[in-house]
């Protein structure tokens, strides 16, 4: 898990488990009469081709095109001097909004020099996580509600659920085409702008609603800068997202990034069974989940 703060909460928990616009000006005396007025409409309709590409890159992903990818993530905290980066990786099936990631600290991060990888199931409203310490026995599950979570998951499992991090982009409003680039060999196309978290609740699919829906309460501002890369076919490569908490305590940044190749990779994630989850409780102090 990671650094995070909400509205709800009374300053910043540490949690140490886990732990913008192209300017378009036309120069002066170059343009006939209204040739102003031209331009400036032609940016502002550039600027709503290219946020509409970027909203609808959560239902590519779950099309003929995509339905299922291998998944790399980093998620980097910053929070008093201290930087943290957890990173991520396995397969993700977008129809099915399930997915199957390791999750490996860096040393020192759990206040250990090491820490077994968390293996972490993502499926809609729900967190599955093994090895996670905090008192957990290493053979039992951990179950999390992702609906009652005041980030919807976003950042407290140190992973931002694949399926959630292309249904924020739902929200996306002011977004500037920056240009293609190459990304692991593959040319894609870049945008920057920024989403509102309940903006895109409202427009998610109904797997994916609840958990935003959280996050759209939990967060102390409701606007998420972000870089996206789609590749010819709108298919989202990479997507980060930039969250940013101020309250009483100092600021904090959490920068999630998730990377997406190997399409139509076959994915399997059979869930725990119901003796093998934990329902006791979970140690305070040593690695918080919330």
């Known amino acids: 898990m990671v650094v995070q703060q909400h509205r ?7 949690v140490r488990a886990l732990a913008v616009t192209v300017v378009v000006a ?9 040739g102003g007025d031209r331009t400036a409409a032609a940016a502002a309709d550039d600027r ?10 959560a239902a590519v992903l779950t099309g003929a095109a995509a339905g299922s990818a291998e998944v790399s993530t980093s998620m980097e905290t910053a929070a008093g001097g201290t930087r943290v980066t957890i990173r991520g990786k396995g397969t993700y099936d977008f129809r099915a909004r399930s997915g199957r990631l390791r999750v490996v600290l860096p040393p020192d991060a759990a206040g250990q020099e090491e820490h077994r990888p968390i293996t972490e199931l993502l499926a809609p409203g729900a967190l599955y996580m093994m090895n996670r ?12 509600d992702t609906t009652a979570l005041a980030d919807g998951n976003l950042v407290t499992g140190g992973v931002t659920d694949p399926m959630a991090a292309a249904e924020l982009l739902r929200g996306a409003g002011a977004v500037t085409y920056v240009g293609e680039t ?6 894609v196309r870049h945008y920057r702008g920024t989403t509102a978290i309940g903006t895109a609740a409202r427009r998610a699919s109904a797997a994916s609603r609840g958990a935003l829906a959280a996050a759209a309460k939990g967060f102390s501002t409701d606007t998420v800068p972000f870089d996206a890369y789609l590749d010819e076919q709108g298919r989202l490569r990479k997507v980060r997202h930039r969250f940013s908490f101020a309250n009483e305590g100092p600021a904090v940044e959490v920068v999630s990034t998730t990377l997406l190749y190997g399409f139509g990779v076959p994915v399997s994630v059979p869930l725990p069974d119901e003796r093998d989850i934990y329902t006791g409780e979970i140690e305070q102090g040593r690695r918080d989940s919330a």
């Open 48 to 57: 709503a081709g290219a946020a509409e590409v970027v909203r609808r890159s």
């Open 26 to 34: 036309a120069a002066a005396g170059c343009a006939p009469d209204g």
């Open 182 to 187: 190459d990304l692991a060999g593959v040319r």
């Open 8 to 14: 709800s909460g009374g300053g910043v928990r540490a």
């Open 133 to 144: 310490g905090a008192g957990v026995p290493a053979d039992k599950w951990v179950r999390i």
